[in-house]
C-alpha cells in the first residue's frame, strides 16, 4: 500500500458533442501529467462529451462513438516498459441496464476498472437532469492502487447523504468532479459546501471544475484541494486551462494529506464579471466557427462596452464596427462612435439609414392614412439598422453581436427584429447600472488575456451623457423609463428575489413604479423568448433560469399594491 500520491488536476475547457477535440484534449492532459510522474489525472463531469450535453447525449449513434473512444483513451493507462502511466478519473455518460447515468469511470491498467453514477440529479435553474439521465444508487468508494477515493459527481457534494455513505464506506480521499456553471457569489457556495463535507466526514477532498462557454453557460474552473483542517492546500485559476499536479502523503493514523501548494487568488467585481463576458463570447465565436463579429457602434454605452468585450475577447482584427445615423442622430453620437473605434483599434463602417426609412415609410403612408406618427415610425428605423446589420453578418459571415442590456430586456424597452437582432449578446444579464460599472472598471485596468489595447476604450463622453435611443427629437431614455438606479433596484427584487410587490413598496419604492416595472416585465416576456442567447452572469438570467409563461393573467401588483397594502 502506497503511503505517497501524486494527483493531477486537469481543469479543461470541452465542446458539447466534439468527442475527438475532447478526447484530445484528454489526451495531451494525460502525457502533461505522465511527463510530471502522476499516479493519476482526475478531470471534471461529462468530460468527455461536454458539458451540459442536454437532448444530444440520447442518441445512440452518440453514445456508442463515446464509448468506443473511451476504451481506446483507457489503452494510455496500459503498464508498459517504460514504466506504469497515470491512471484517469474522469465524467462521462455510461449506458448500463437499460438506462443513461452521468457517471465517473476509472481508467487504470488498459481498462474500465470501476464506475460510479451520480446520485442527485438536480433539476432547477440551468439544470433538467432527471429528463436525461438516470439517478444511481448511493455507492461505496473506487478501489484505486490502494487507497479509496469517494467519488462525487457535482450535486452529490450538495448534500451530506452521499459523503456519509463514502466515509462510512472507508473512503480516504472525497473527489467531486464539477460541471459547475459561473454566476454570482457561486465560488462561495461551493467553498461553504465543500467545508460541510470536509467537517463532517473528516476527509481531504479535491475539487474538479471545467472551464469555458457553453451557450448561455461560462464555467470558471476554480478548482481546489482542502486538507481535513479545511485549510486550502492548493486552488487553481480561474477561466483558464491548466494540469495540476499535487503531492499526497498518508499520516501514521492513515490519514490521507495534499501537501501545500499554490493558492490563487480569485477575482472578484467587474473584473470577474468581465472575464465571464469575454470567456462567454471567445467561446462561442470559436466553438461555432465565426470568422469574428459584426456590431452596430451607436455612440452609447452599451454598444460600446460591447465592443471592447469583443475586441478583448477576439482581438481588433475580427470586429467589425458600422455607424448608422438618421437624422434623429446627435453630432455628439457620431463623435463618440468614431473615438470609440479608435480606442479600441477597430475601423468603422458608416451607413445612413435615412433613405431605406423614407422608402419603408413612403411604401406605408397609404396603409397609415389618418393615423399620427408615434413608436411604430421609430420602430422602423431600428428594423431598418437590423436589415443592414444582418445583410453585412450574411456578406461576411461574421455573427452579429446584440447589444442590449437586462435592464432594456426586462422591460421591452427593445425593439423586436430590431436593436433585439443578433447571434449572441454579452450583456444580456448585465444591469444597466453595471454596465457604466464594469465600463469605468475597463477604462482603467486591462483584464488578463485581453487582446485589445491598455488605457481608456470607452469615450468619457460615453460615459457621462444621458442614455438614449436616438430615435425622436431629444429623446432620453428616462422618458419611458424610471431612472435606471431606482429600474434596477426593483428589477433585481422581481426577478432575482422574486419578492413580492408589496414587499419591494415597503422597502421605499413609489407604489405606481412598481406596479408599472411588474406590468413591464411581465409584458414583454414574448420578447425575450425570441432574444439571442447570452452569458449568464446572475442567479437567475432570462432563458435558462428565469422560465415564465407568455400568457400570463397573474399580475401581483393588483392583489398587493390596487388594495393599499404597503402603501
Same mark, same amino acid.
Given at each position: 500500500?502506497?503511503?505517497?500520491?501524486?494527483?493531477?488536476?486537469?481543469?479543461?475547457?470541452?465542446?458539447?458533442?466534439?468527442?475527438?477535440?475532447?478526447?484530445?484534449?484528454?489526451?495531451?492532459?494525460?502525457?502533461?501529467?505522465?511527463?510530471?510522474?502522476?499516479?493519476?489525472?482526475?478531470?471534471?463531469?461529462?468530460?468527455?462529451?461536454?458539458?451540459?450535453?442536454?437532448?444530444?447525449?440520447?442518441?445512440?449513434?452518440?453514445?456508442?462513438?463515446?464509448?468506443?473512444?473511451?476504451?481506446?483513451?483507457?489503452?494510455?493507462?496500459?503498464?508498459?516498459?517504460?514504466?506504469?502511466?497515470?491512471?484517469?478519473?474522469?465524467?462521462?455518460?455510461?449506458?448500463?441496464?437499460?438506462?443513461?447515468?452521468?457517471?465517473?469511470?476509472?481508467?487504470?491498467?488498459?481498462?474500465?476498472?470501476?464506475?460510479?453514477?451520480?446520485?442527485?440529479?438536480?433539476?432547477?435553474?440551468?439544470?433538467?437532469?432527471?429528463?436525461?439521465?438516470?439517478a444511481g444508487p448511493l455507492s461505496g468508494p473506487m478501489d484505486f492502487r490502494g487507497t479509496r477515493?469517494?467519488?462525487?459527481?457535482?450535486?452529490?457534494?450538495?448534500?451530506?447523504?452521499?459523503?456519509?455513505?463514502?466515509?462510512?464506506?472507508?473512503?480516504?480521499?472525497?473527489?467531486?468532479?464539477?460541471?459547475?456553471p459561473y454566476e454570482e457569489d457561486k465560488r462561495d457556495q461551493r467553498l461553504s459546501y465543500a467545508?460541510?463535507?470536509?467537517?463532517?466526514?473528516?476527509?481531504?477532498?479535491?475539487?474538479?471544475?471545467?472551464?469555458?462557454?457553453?451557450?448561455?453557460?461560462?464555467?470558471?474552473?476554480?478548482?481546489?484541494? !482542502?486538507? @481535513?483542517? &479545511?485549510?486550502? %492546500?492548493?486552488?487553481?485559476? *480561474?477561466?483558464? =486551462?491548466?494540469?495540476? #499536479?499535487?503531492?499526497?502523503?498518508?499520516?501514521?493514523?492513515?490519514?490521507?494529506?495534499?501537501?501545500?501548494?499554490?493558492?490563487?487568488?480569485?477575482?472578484?467585481?467587474?473584473?470577474?464579471?468581465?472575464?465571464?463576458?469575454?470567456?462567454?463570447?471567445?467561446?462561442?465565436?470559436?466553438?461555432?466557427?465565426?470568422?469574428?463579429?459584426?456590431?452596430?457602434?451607436?455612440?452609447?454605452?452599451?454598444?460600446?462596452?460591447?465592443?471592447?468585450?469583443?475586441?478583448?475577447? !477576439?482581438? @481588433?482584427? &475580427?470586429?467589425? %464596427?458600422?455607424?448608422?445615423? *438618421?437624422?434623429? =442622430?446627435?453630432?455628439? #453620437?457620431?463623435?463618440?462612435?468614431?473615438?470609440?473605434?479608435?480606442?479600441?483599434?477597430?475601423?468603422?463602417?458608416?451607413?445612413?439609414?435615412?433613405?431605406?426609412?423614407?422608402?419603408?415609410?413612403?411604401?406605408?403612408?397609404?396603409?397609415?392614412?389618418?393615423?399620427?406618427?408615434?413608436?411604430?415610425?421609430?420602430?422602423?428605423?431600428?428594423?431598418?439598422?437590423?436589415?443592414?446589420?444582418?445583410?453585412?453578418?450574411?456578406?461576411?459571415?461574421?455573427?452579429?453581436?446584440?447589444?442590449?442590456?437586462?435592464?432594456?430586456?426586462?422591460?421591452?424597452?427593445?425593439?423586436?427584429?430590431?436593436?433585439?437582432?443578433?447571434?449572441?449578446?454579452?450583456?444580456?444579464?448585465?444591469?444597466?447600472?453595471?454596465?457604466?460599472?464594469?465600463?469605468?472598471?475597463?477604462?482603467?485596468?486591462?483584464?488578463?488575456?485581453?487582446?485589445?489595447?491598455?488605457?481608456?476604450?470607452?469615450?468619457?463622453?460615453?460615459?457621462?451623457?444621458?442614455?438614449?435611443?436616438?430615435?425622436?427629437?431629444?429623446?432620453?431614455?428616462?422618458?419611458?423609463?424610471?431612472?435606471?438606479?431606482?429600474?434596477?433596484?426593483?428589477?433585481?427584487?422581481?426577478?432575482?428575489?422574486?419578492?413580492?410587490?408589496?414587499?419591494?413598496?415597503?422597502?421605499?419604492?413609489?407604489?405606481?413604479?412598481?406596479?408599472?416595472?411588474?406590468?413591464?416585465?411581465?409584458?414583454?416576456?414574448?420578447?425575450?423568448?425570441?432574444?439571442?442567447?447570452?452569458?449568464?452572469?446572475?442567479?437567475?438570467?432570462?432563458?435558462?433560469?428565469?422560465?415564465?409563461?407568455?400568457?400570463?393573467?397573474?399580475?401581483?401588483?393588483?392583489?398587493?399594491?390596487?388594495?393599499?397594502?404597503?402603501?
Amino acid at each position: 500500500m502506497a503511503d505517497n500520491l501524486r494527483i493531477a488536476i486537469a481543469q479543461l475547457n470541452p465542446t458539447v458533442g466534439d468527442l475527438e477535440g475532447n478526447f484530445d484534449l484528454l489526451r495531451r492532459a494525460h502525457q502533461r501529467a505522465a511527463e510530471d510522474r502522476a499516479d493519476i489525472l482526475i478531470a471534471s463531469e461529462l468530460v468527455s462529451v461536454g458539458y451540459p450535453p442536454e437532448d444530444l447525449v440520447l442518441k445512440g449513434a452518440f453514445q456508442r462513438d463515446n464509448a468506443d473512444r473511451l476504451r481506446d483513451l483507457a489503452r494510455l493507462t496500459e503498464t508498459a516498459a517504460g514504466g506504469r502511466p497515470p491512471a484517469l478519473l474522469l465524467g462521462t455518460p455510461w449506458v448500463a441496464d437499460g438506462g443513461l447515468y452521468n457517471a465517473a469511470a476509472l481508467l487504470d491498467d488498459g481498462a474500465v476498472q470501476a464506475v460510479r453514477y451520480k446520485h442527485h440529479l438536480p433539476n432547477y435553474g440551468v439544470f433538467d437532469e432527471k429528463r436525461i439521465f438516470r439517478a444511481g444508487p448511493l455507492s461505496g468508494p473506487m478501489d484505486f492502487r490502494g487507497t479509496r477515493l469517494g467519488v462525487m459527481i457535482c450535486e452529490d457534494m450538495w448534500s451530506g447523504e452521499v459523503t456519509r455513505r463514502l466515509e462510512e464506506a472507508g473512503a480516504g480521499i472525497l473527489v467531486v468532479i464539477n460541471g459547475s456553471p459561473y454566476e454570482e457569489d457561486k465560488r462561495d457556495q461551493r467553498l461553504s459546501y465543500a467545508s460541510a463535507r470536509v467537517v463532517e466526514s473528516g476527509l481531504p477532498l479535491i475539487y474538479v471544475n471545467q472551464v469555458g462557454g457553453q451557450d448561455e453557460l461560462v464555467f470558471d474552473g476554480l478548482s481546489f484541494v !482542502l486538507n @481535513a483542517s &479545511r485549510r486550502p %492546500a492548493r486552488q487553481l485559476g *480561474s477561466w483558464r =486551462t491548466e494540469v495540476v #499536479s499535487s503531492d499526497w502523503s498518508r499520516g501514521p493514523e492513515g490519514g490521507w494529506q495534499c501537501a501545500p501548494g499554490e493558492i490563487e487568488k480569485p477575482l472578484e467585481g467587474p473584473a470577474l464579471t468581465y472575464r465571464a463576458m469575454m470567456l462567454g463570447l471567445h467561446d462561442y465565436v470559436e466553438k461555432n466557427r465565426f470568422p469574428g463579429v459584426i456590431i452596430g457602434l451607436s455612440g452609447g454605452i452599451d454598444s460600446a462596452l460591447s465592443a471592447a468585450v469583443a475586441v478583448d475577447a !477576439l482581438g @481588433a482584427d &475580427r470586429v467589425r %464596427a458600422v455607424m448608422m445615423p *438618421s437624422r434623429f =442622430t446627435s453630432a455628439d #453620437s457620431l463623435a463618440d462612435a468614431g473615438e470609440c473605434a479608435r480606442l479600441l483599434g477597430i475601423g468603422l463602417d458608416t451607413v445612413s439609414i435615412e433613405g431605406m426609412v423614407a422608402a419603408s415609410q413612403a411604401a406605408l403612408d397609404p396603409v397609415f392614412a389618418g393615423y399620427a406618427p408615434d413608436t411604430t415610425e421609430e420602430n422602423i428605423q431600428a428594423r431598418v439598422r437590423a436589415i443592414i446589420l444582418m445583410a453585412m453578418s450574411n456578406k461576411f459571415g461574421a455573427m452579429l453581436l446584440s447589444t442590449g442590456n437586462k435592464s432594456e430586456m426586462s422591460v421591452g424597452y427593445t425593439t423586436l427584429y430590431g436593436d433585439l437582432c443578433g447571434g449572441y449578446s454579452v450583456l444580456k444579464d448585465v444591469y444597466k447600472t453595471d454596465v457604466y460599472a464594469i465600463s469605468a472598471w475597463r477604462n482603467g485596468a486591462v483584464p488578463a488575456a485581453a487582446r485589445g489595447p491598455s488605457g481608456p476604450v470607452i469615450p468619457a463622453n460615453i460615459l457621462d451623457k444621458p442614455p438614449s435611443a436616438e430615435l425622436r427629437p431629444e429623446q432620453t431614455d428616462q422618458d419611458s423609463l424610471p431612472p435606471y438606479d431606482v429600474l434596477d433596484a426593483i428589477l433585481r427584487a422581481l426577478v432575482e428575489e422574486e419578492k413580492a410587490v408589496s414587499d419591494i413598496v415597503a422597502i421605499g419604492h413609489p407604489a405606481e413604479t412598481v406596479a408599472r416595472v411588474e406590468r413591464m416585465l411581465y409584458g414583454a416576456e414574448y420578447k425575450r423568448r425570441q432574444a439571442p442567447p447570452g452569458v449568464k452572469l446572475t442567479s437567475r438570467n432570462f432563458g435558462r433560469d428565469r422560465r415564465y409563461p407568455i400568457t400570463n393573467g397573474f399580475r401581483d401588483a393588483r392583489r398587493g399594491v390596487d388594495r393599499g397594502q404597503g402603501e
